[in-house]
């Protein structure tokens, strides 16, 4: 199966429908919960999380920005109600974009965010457009990371800021044979095409091949664990069934949740900023 189709067939999947809306009002991303507060409640979580992009993007009001992924548009109506940024959302999936594009209406955000069907390894915007893009987990899916990196690059005016919200993994050699399986696992049946290459200490070299220059890694794993947590209580039956019946690769949310806290030493969630040189060919 092509790349693309597999990540549209693991968000069209039964298990992906039910737990991003039920659990998550359809987001698609881990919350943030600062030092002491473990037990917020999922959907705030949510919303700290999407503030954090937004300090991380360091925008002013009014500039424009690229949702690379934008899923069913929350990220992007937070970034225009909270940090009064003009947002474009792509996303491949029809489906999702049409309920963005309800959501914009519904808070209001309908004149400052805008929705449209485009794969982000091919983007239709001139050279320039943007003052800003973000990928929030959605840079995983990519089978050619570098591609879509440079895409962003281009799309970006001179000055540009970029914030990418990703997983990264340890060596594989580190890994012990559990450790391969789950993740072996998770890539496939995720659609998790780029986390190979995401390796710790990685993203420099990245961004840097891609023409961005200074770049930051901050390793925030501590700030999302405490949902994480949460999600592995929520799944440890509906994991276990899937074990005993010999189906857990088809019930992959419910493993990565389970798995990937048992094992989190061995992976981190970072945010990674970086800007587009205002000159030609500074890297």
């Not at 949740?257 to 205002?278: L, M």
Request: net charge positive; glycine share 10%; aromatic share 8%.
């Amino acid at each position: 199966m092509d790349p693309q189709q597999q990540v549209i067939a693991y968000y069209r999947r039964l298990e992906s429908r039910l737990g991003y809306t039920l659990l998550l009002g359809g987001t698609r991303h881990f919350g943030w919960y600062p030092p002491g507060s473990e037990g917020l409640p999922m959907r705030v979580a949510l919303r700290l999380m999407e503030d954090r992009l937004g300090r991380a993007l360091d925008l002013p009001a009014g500039a424009l920005v690229l949702d690379a992924g934008c899923g069913r548009g929350a990220v992007a109506v937070r970034m225009a109600t909270t940090f009064g940024l003009r947002v474009e959302g792509v996303d491949i999936l029809p489906g999702d974009i049409r309920s963005a594009r309800r959501r914009a209406a519904r808070r209001g955000t309908a004149d400052r965010t805008r929705f449209q069907v485009m794969d982000y390894r091919r983007l239709r915007f001139p050279d320039g457009h943007f003052d800003g893009a973000y990928t929030m987990e959605t840079l995983v899916h990519a089978p050619d990371s570098a591609a879509v990196l440079g895409e962003l690059r281009r799309v970006l005016r001179p000055g540009g800021r970029l914030a990418l919200f990703e997983y990264s993994m340890a060596p594989r050699q580190q890994l012990t044979a559990r450790q391969r399986w789950v993740f072996d696992t998770i890539i496939a049946e995720s659609a998790m095409h780029g986390l190979p290459g995401f390796v710790h200490g990685r993203f420099p070299a990245l961004l840097h091949a891609a023409g961005f220059r200074d770049v930051t890694v901050e390793d925030v794993s501590e700030r999302m664990l405490p949902m994480l947590r949460r999600l592995s209580q929520v799944f440890w039956v509906p994991y276990q069934l899937g074990r005993l019946l010999r189906v857990q690769r088809r019930l992959v949310n419910a493993l990565a949740a389970v798995e990937a806290y048992r094992h989190r030493a061995v992976w981190r969630y970072n945010i990674v900023t970086a800007g587009k040189p205002h000159r030609s060919g500074v890297v």
